[in-house]
């Protein structure tokens, strides 16, 4: 994805953060264009990825835009660029969210997991690693092990991703649309 603008002058890292306030963290563009124009040009990215996201997993209705981060004071998202060709070329969005899980004996848990909400790669740059490459930013910046996130509605491709690089097959059944994995309730401290 193109942008008539340097992506450069928006993220400061290969994989950058992106709040609520729409202002990449550590943007280094925020002192000379301002924090509107920052917010325009965010838009901009999260339109046509957000775009791009719901096309590939033939969704209804887009789950990640502009508006959407903006109200969502809980949830952030992972974005992957290309500087060489000026590209951003992937997102992850997490966030947590209030659920009600089931563990492996049938005991309800409430609780509020980190989430994987939104995750795309670019198609012409899929099945090259870049996707591992975001997840792993992702699991490192947040200091969360892959088996404890909550995914919800995961596509074939993602549950691929996951078993291939993870080893996570094992999926402890559910009654909502979040799948967890076999580890997910253990040795964690945000649950009851
Ligand atoms: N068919 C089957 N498995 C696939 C495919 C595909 N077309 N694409 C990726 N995978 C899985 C496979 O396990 C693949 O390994 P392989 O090529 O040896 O078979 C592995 O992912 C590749 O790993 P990466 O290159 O690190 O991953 P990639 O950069 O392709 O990113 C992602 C993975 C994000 C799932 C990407 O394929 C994508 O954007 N797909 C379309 C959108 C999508 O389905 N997103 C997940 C929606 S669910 C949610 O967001 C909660």
């Not at 002192?31 to 965010?42: A, C, I, S």
């Not at 998202?77 to 997490?94: A, E, H």
């Not at 549950?159 to 979040?178: D, E, G, M, S």
């Amino acid at each position: 994805m193109e942008y008539n603008f340097r992506v450069t002058e928006l993220f400061p890292k290969e994989v950058s953060i992106v709040g609520s306030d729409l202002i990449p963290l550590n943007c280094p563009g925020l002192p000379h264009l301002g924090p509107q124009t920052v917010r325009d040009r965010m838009s901009q990215i999260l339109e046509t990825m957000g775009r791009a996201s719901a096309e590939a997993q033939q969704l209804h209705s887009v789950i990640t835009n502009t508006e959407k981060l903006r109200t969502s004071v809980d949830q952030k998202i992972y974005f992957m660029c290309d500087f060489s060709s000026n590209q951003v070329i992937g997102l992850l969005k997490i966030g947590k969210k209030k659920l009600f899980m089931f563990d492996l004996s049938g005991t309800q848990h409430e609780f509020s997991p980190m989430c994987i909400l939104d995750f795309y790669v670019h198609e012409s740059r899929q099945r090259q690693g870049c996707g591992k490459y975001l997840f792993e930013n992702v699991m490192r910046e947040e200091g969360i092990p892959v088996e404890h996130f909550a995914i919800d509605r995961p596509s074939d491709k993602l549950l691929n991703f996951l078993r291939k690089h993870y080893n996570l097959a094992k999926i402890i059944p559910q009654v909502n649309n979040f799948v967890i994995f076999d580890g997910f309730f253990n040795s964690r401290s945000d649950y009851a």
